[in-house]
């Protein structure tokens, strides 16, 4: 069975450009998460989809990252424009149902370093 | 109050003791629990589970759970260097997101 992928694997870009990164999620996973995990920190939910459904965003800077998941199956991440704080990994995982107890099966990560 | 909290170590232990990882909680709705080990540059993977008061065992893992204390810990028997990783533990609440706690270090000395 395929995992989770993530492209690019890194991104190095100047303050105030953009970047997008991608995530295919193993296949029948109705559940795709995007977490931003900064060097010595835990990861930290940006947000949540069901399907193509947003379920929580409660944390996602709305200013400047953007999200989606057409029909569903892939999820782009979108940072505009980016900021130095945003340097990190940025980690998709998927699962097979929302409900609690479902084991979240994450990608490679996405290394952004913004100068 | 922080959701998940955990001793950021690092930790070290010497090879074929027993490591000992902490994590406390502060949501009482917390219903699911979860250890995932993360080696320096690579994705966390899931090490155990647990969703009822007291111990679960999985070879030299065992997680050990107190929900009227709110803390869950993970026992590694006989560590071995290979064990040395960030540990991450991970609860959802309401039943909905999983939360990561900052992680510990764990480093085993050979």
């Known amino acids: 069975e395929a995992g989770v992928a993530q492209s690019p694997r890194y991104k190095i870009i100047e303050k105030r450009q953009s970047v997008a990164f991608w995530c295919n999620p193993i296949?029948?996973?109705?559940?795709l998460y995007w977490y931003q995990q900064i060097l010595g920190q835990g990861p930290k939910l940006l947000i949540q989809?069901?399907?193509?459904?947003?379920?929580?965003d409660s944390q996602l800077p709305k200013d400047r990252f953007s999200a989606e998941r057409l029909k569903g199956v892939d999820s782009t991440l979108k940072i505009q424009p980016a900021k130095l704080e945003d340097s990190a990994v940025y980690l998709c995982?998927?699962?097979?149902?929302?409900?609690?107890?479902?084991?979240?099966?994450f990608g490679e990560g996405s290394r952004l370093t913004v100068l | 109050q922080k959701e998940v909290e955990q001793n950021s170590g690092p930790l070290s232990v010497p090879e074929g003791a027993i490591a000992s990882l902490n994590c406390t909680y502060s949501?009482?709705?917390?219903?699911?629990f979860f250890w995932y080990r993360q080696y320096s540059g690579k994705s966390p993977e899931l090490i155990m589970s647990i969703y009822s008061n007291g111990d679960k065992e999985d070879g030299r893992f065992t997680a050990q759970l107190n929900k009227a204390s709110q803390y869950v810990s993970l026992l590694i028997r006989d560590s071995q260097p290979s064990d040395s990783a960030t540990y991450l533990c991970?609860?959802?609440?309401?039943?909905?997101?999983?939360?990561f706690g900052p992680g510990t270090r764990l480093s085993v000395l050979p």
């Open positions: 991970a609860v959802t609440l309401r039943g909905q997101n999983f939360v």
């Open positions: 995982a998927s699962s097979l149902l929302q409900a609690s107890g479902r084991e979240l099966f």
């Open positions: 949501d009482r709705g917390s219903q699911s």
């Open positions: 989809f069901q399907n193509n459904g947003v379920v929580d």
């Open positions: 296949s029948g996973h109705a559940t």
